[in-house]
């Protein structure tokens, strides 16, 4: 993958560029009509000022090394649920972020013998065993923003070729459907339910239900959020309700899905005992801070405890699912080849004679990447360039 690389359209960047710098120089002047004053808006400490003390936000948090105002991304976040400017401040970031760490930077790091980018990926980069990728970093694109994947329209197929994204669908609660052995969970997989729409018809009640989509959507950010051991804090800041509702809808999720509650509580007592979790396939993690005395360490601990071998199993998956690829391509002598794992997509570069034949190779060979008790579903979408095949 790093030795093949991916094409990169310069003439899309080059446009994307100016339509960012027009876009940052309107948001800077939004942001200080809203403020009231010109300032420095990548200055911490200034917009502090204007939004704390001349604004009279509420304070959040302060900096521990400094004890001035926080302005970081969970601050503005909160703040940006009821007023404008830090809305704003947030927009600002992100397409700054966006324009410098790759609209800009990528053109430069297009090889000039290949015409592509050749990233690095990293095998031992990621806790949880994940491949990570650096020189550019093309795992950190956020797929959740028009500005993110607008950026991936910049990463096409060679002429003739074609892009082929596969991409597992909700890996990680598939495996802890298998881990766990509930028997809801395992149900609404083998029986291929929409697993949001089921928990949302298990955890709320019909009057709630009145309202499906907002259902779905909360239970979508509960059963993602149980994987990575979100607290009632945590959800009701997700959700932007209230503490008392977070907690029922967790209790009411553990007491629907109790298979879940007893490996969470099975896993604790576990790792306390031995200091250490495995995945599926026997990869272990040390959680040497499980007996820590500070209490968000040892918080954090069982956090990572128990979305290890979640994570963990679905990063082996991933790899392994490559390695039969790859093998399989090799086999059928195809000249089509593995560009990128991003996450659990892999990207492919296809010529169109083999888009057919590549297409069936791939999902046979992610989809009995792993036996589970529930199937393994791979999404693929064919298309010119990356964003189109997301």
């Not at 700054?96 to 990528?106: P, Q």
């Not at 070729?161 to 609660?173: G, M, P, T």
Request: aromatic share 6%; glycine share 6%; net charge neutral.
């Amino acid at each position: 993958m790093e030795d093949t690389g991916i094409k990169v359209d310069r003439g899309i960047l080059q446009r994307m560029s100016s339509e960012m710098e027009k876009q940052i120089h309107d948001l800077t002047g939004r942001i200080h009509e809203a403020a009231g004053e010109e300032f420095n808006i990548n200055s911490p400490k200034q917009l502090g000022t204007i939004l704390f003390e001349k604004l009279n936000l509420p304070i959040r948090k302060k900096t521990r090394k400094t004890g001035s105002y926080s302005t970081d991304q969970a601050v503005l976040e909160e703040l940006a649920r009821t007023y404008e400017l830090p809305k704003l401040i947030l927009e600002f970031r992100q397409i700054a972020k966006l324009k410098s760490t790759y609209v800009d930077a990528l053109p430069a790091l297009i090889h000039p013998q290949t015409g592509r980018v050749h990233t690095s990926f990293n095998q031992t980069g990621a806790a949880t065993g994940r491949l990570s990728s650096s020189d550019p970093n093309l795992q950190n694109i956020p797929i959740r923003s028009e500005t993110g994947r607008l950026i991936r329209r910049a990463f096409v197929a060679e002429r003739g070729n074609v892009l082929i994204s596969a991409d597992y669908s909700q890996v990680e609660l598939r495996v802890l459907a298998h881990l766990s052995g509930d028997e809801v969970l395992v149900d609404a997989f083998q029986a291929g339910e929409d697993i949001h729409d089921r928990t949302a018809r298990e955890v709320f009640s019909e009057n709630e239900m009145r309202n499906p989509a907002e259902c779905r959507r909360r239970a979508k950010v509960i059963n993602f959020g149980i994987i990575y051991g979100l607290s009632a804090f945590g959800l009701s800041q997700t959700l932007g309700i209230s503490r008392e509702d977070s907690q029922a809808f967790i209790d009411a999720y553990f007491q629907r899905y109790r298979g879940v509650r007893t490996w969470l509580d099975a896993t604790l007592e576990e790792v306390r005992e031995t200091g250490l979790v495995r995945t599926l396939f026997g990869r272990i993690r040390p959680i040497p801070d499980i007996h820590s005395k500070d209490y968000n360490m040892r918080q954090f601990a069982e956090r990572t405890a128990l979305n290890s071998p979640i994570q963990g199993t679905a990063a082996d998956i991933i790899k392994i699912a490559m390695i039969r690829v790859h093998k399989a391509l090799q086999q059928k002598q195809l000249s089509s080849k593995i560009l990128l794992q991003v996450h659990d997509e892999l990207v492919l570069e296809v010529p169109g004679s083999e888009v057919e034949t590549v297409s069936s190779l791939v999902r046979e060979q992610m989809e009995g990447a792993a036996t589970l008790e529930v199937p393994l579903k791979v999404d693929l979408k064919v298309a010119e360039n990356w964003m189109d095949a997301k």
